[in-house]
């Protein structure tokens, strides 16, 4: 290879799904339109997606959803930024001169366009775009990397892309997970909850290429060919893979999905009734993982660490303990330069 060619350096391409640049009203109004009006988040006609986010959700959503953000805020920020740039860095410093790592979002800042526009400035020769969403959805990785094409596509030299792949099973990613569980002590939970972000059934349907998708019971239960990129399934396998390296049996744990907006069917179980259905079973100390998410945030440390908790409580239970998820942890990093080994 041409020794000019070799000199130049591999992009690594970090995305995530973003935050209000502030807990202000304003900046979460602001966060919450550009959000909700993607059309592959809310999948409606153009027009009902305008008048549903701009006339309902936005105006009366963004007060309640800025005092949540007030909580969540530190005094460097929000979280799922602070770890995005810490993991950014620490990644960097792993992988060395040869590469450069630039964070973008898809929503808010750091914007997808700037952050590509760090890889063209340093005039890489390849880049590799790596979703921070272990499991597939159109919601999310999809939106993210049809940001990055279209972000791409105005370009004038294109470099060599690689797009990394789900990797909701990977082991490494998985025995993170598994050892943040293990150092708040498995034996102080009578069970194990695994909560994850749900997205509307029909995009479900929308993804699935075999007509196999909610045609029996418990089609996500089990991964296969026919349901291999199925956001559902890989949600359960993931919790399956990080029960199986814990040693928990099937009746120490359950599944459950959050974060429902609307009246449409979504992914079900819904987490709320699967805490209350446990709680009725007598359950009364639970350990609950969020792994649709790589870092803490809203969903986990609000929705989850607070409001479940405060109703599990309430209820008469004794304990719901959250597990930090991977956030800017060495082994993360160490996952991730695994993840990326193939591609570089």
């Known amino acids: 290879m041409n020794a000019i060619v070799t000199e130049k350096k591999v992009g690594i391409l970090l995305l995530n799904l973003g ?30 997606r305008q008048a549903l986010v701009r006339f309902i959700i936005a105006p009366f ?8 953000y007030k909580d969540l805020w530190t005094e460097n920020g929000s979280p799922i930024k602070i770890f995005g740039y810490s993991v950014k860095e620490k990644l960097q410093a792993k992988l060395g001169n040869d590469y450069v790592v630039s964070l973008g979002m ?12 760090e890889l063209k400035k340093s005039n890489v020769r390849k880049i590799v775009v790596f979703p921070l969403f272990p499991q597939y959805a159109s919601a999310s990785t999809g939106s993210a990397l049809e940001e990055a094409m279209t972000m ?29 569980a293990r150092k708040m002590g498995l034996e102080n939970y009578d069970h194990f909850l695994f909560s994850f972000h749900g997205i509307p059934q029909r995009q479900l349907v929308k993804a699935d290429c075999n007509n196999y998708c909610l045609q ?58 699967v805490l209350k259905d446990l709680y009725n079973k007598g359950k009364k100390r639970l350990m ?34 959250l597990v930090e998820s991977l956030n800017d942890q060495d082994e993360w990093i160490d996952a991730i330069h695994d993840l990326l080994e193939t591609h570089l």
């Open 288 to 321: 609950v993982f969020s792994p649709s998410f790589v870092a803490d945030c809203l969903e986990t440390t609000i929705e989850i660490g607070d409001e479940y908790k405060e109703d599990f409580l309430e209820w008469g239970g004794e304990r719901l303990d």
């Open 106 to 117: 898809r929503y808010q800042n750091p914007s997808i366009e700037s952050a590509l526009d």
């Open 152 to 180: 791409l596509a105005k370009w004038q030299t294109i470099p060599e892309l690689h797009f990394m792949d789900a990797y909701f099973d990977h082991p490494r990613m998985i025995e993170v997970f598994a050892n943040n």
């Open 216 to 273: 029996k019971e418990n089609c996500c239960a089990e991964l296969n060919t026919q349901n291999v990129h199925c956001y559902s399934a890989q949600c359960h396998a993931t919790a399956k893979a990080i029960a199986n390296q814990l040693g928990l049996s099937t009746d120490q744990y359950s599944i459950g999905f959050q974060s429902r907006l609307g009246r449409a069917k979504w992914t079900e179980p819904f987490t709320p009734d």
């Open 61 to 68: 959503r963004a007060p309640q959803s800025a005092k949540l």
């Open 19 to 48: 935050t209000p640049d502030d807990p202000s009203t304003r900046s979460v109004r602001r966060y919450l339109k550009q959000f909700l009006l993607d059309y592959r988040v809310i999948d409606l006609s153009w027009a009902a």
